[in-house]
C-alpha cells in the first residue's frame, strides 16, 4: 500500500509538471508570435529582440537593489545594457493564464505607438524562464508621488503642462493611432515623470485595440477605485469616455492635493470624483446666496 501511495503520488507530480511545461511553451508560442506579428504604425521602429544573458547582467543578475517597482503582472529594474543605456526591465510573473494576456497587450499595442508623451517599448526577451519586456528609463517615478509624497513637489506650472501632456497622449491613443486604443487604467501611479518632469502614460497590460466603427467594449470590469467611470461600473461597457473620466480624477488630484480614495474624508465623499463635485455644488451654493 505505502508502495502504491508513492507511485501514484509521483504520478501526479510527473503529470503536473508536464501539464505546466507544455502551458509556459503554449504562453510562450503565444507572445512571441503577437510580437513577430506586430506591425509598427508609420516611423515606428521595431522593437529589438534581447539576449536573455543581456539583461541578465545589466541588471546585476536582477538584484533587488535594482528593483524599481512591483505589481501584478512582475518587476521592474533599472539596468544599463552594454552601449551604457540606462533601461528599465519588466520581469514577469510566472507564466500563468492570469497573466499572459497583459505581456501579450503590452508587446501588441506598445510596438505600434510612437509618441513622446508614451512610454517607449525598446524591445522584449523570450528566451528565460519568462518574458522580459525592455523599456525607456523614465528616472522621476510617478506622478502620484509628486502630488501626496509631501518630500516632493511641483509647481502649478509644471502641473498645468503635465495635464495637458496626458491629455495629448491620450488624444494620440483615442483618435491619431492607426487603430484606437482605450487604456483601461489611468491613475496618477501609472503616470510617469522624465528628467524634464514630462508626462508619459505606461501599464498597457489591460489595455485593448478597437476598431474605427467600434463604440465600446463589452468586459468585466477592472481598473483601480476611484478612477472608475461609474457607467462602465453599471454597465461593464467601456469607451474612450471612461479614459477621460479617469483622466478627470487625476485633473482633480492635480488640482486639490487629495488622493482619489481617502477614509480620512466624510462617507459620502470619500471618491475624490464625488468630493470635488459636493464641494463645487456647495460654492455655487454660497456664490448665488452671496448675489441674493
Not at 508560442?29 to 521595431?46: D, F, M
Not at 501632456?165 to 486604443?181: D, N, R, T, W
Not at 478597437?210 to 477605485?225: I, N, P, R
Request: a neutral charge.
Amino acid at each position: 500500500m505505502l508502495l502504491l501511495i508513492c507511485i501514484s503520488w509521483g504520478t501526479c507530480k510527473l503529470v503536473k509538471r508536464r501539464r505546466k511545461a507544455k502551458l509556459k511553451s503554449m504562453y510562450f508560442k503565444k507572445i512571441t508570435l503577437a510580437w513577430q506579428l506586430s506591425s509598427p504604425e508609420g516611423n515606428v521602429e521595431k522593437g529589438k529582440l534581447f539576449n536573455s544573458k543581456e539583461l541578465d547582467k545589466a541588471t546585476d543578475h536582477f538584484n533587488d537593489d535594482r528593483v524599481l517597482g512591483k505589481g501584478g503582472q512582475g518587476t521592474v529594474y533599472k539596468g544599463m545594457l552594454t552601449d551604457g543605456t540606462i533601461v528599465a526591465v519588466k520581469k514577469s510573473a510566472a507564466l500563468e493564464e492570469e497573466n499572459v494576456e497583459p505581456i501579450f497587450n503590452e508587446l501588441v499595442i506598445l510596438s505600434q505607438i510612437n509618441h513622446r508623451n508614451i512610454v517607449k517599448l525598446m524591445g522584449c526577451s523570450l528566451e528565460g524562464e519568462v518574458p522580459l519586456l525592455v523599456y525607456e528609463f523614465i528616472p522621476n517615478g510617478t506622478l502620484y508621488q509628486y502630488i501626496h509624497d509631501p518630500q516632493h513637489s511641483i509647481s502649478w506650472e509644471v502641473r498645468l503642462r503635465i495635464a495637458a501632456e496626458v491629455a495629448s497622449g491620450l488624444f494620440y491613443l483615442h483618435s491619431s493611432a492607426s487603430i484606437p486604443i482605450y487604456h483601461r487604467d489611468i491613475r496618477s501611479s501609472n503616470i510617469l515623470l522624465d528628467e524634464k518632469y514630462r508626462a508619459k502614460p505606461a501599464d498597457f497590460g489591460t489595455s485593448r485595440s478597437v476598431s474605427l466603427d467600434q463604440t465600446h467594449l463589452t468586459t468585466l470590469v477592472q481598473g483601480t477605485f476611484g478612477y472608475l467611470d461609474p457607467e462602465y461600473f453599471q454597465t461593464s461597457q467601456y469607451t474612450d469616455k471612461s479614459d477621460v473620466y479617469s483622466f478627470g480624477v487625476v485633473l482633480v488630484e492635480l488640482l486639490t492635493g487629495e488622493k482619489p480614495v481617502s477614509l480620512l474624508r466624510a462617507s459620502e465623499g470619500r471618491s475624490l470624483a464625488t468630493y470635488f463635485v459636493m464641494s463645487c455644488y456647495v460654492c455655487f451654493e454660497a456664490v448665488v446666496g452671496l448675489h441674493k
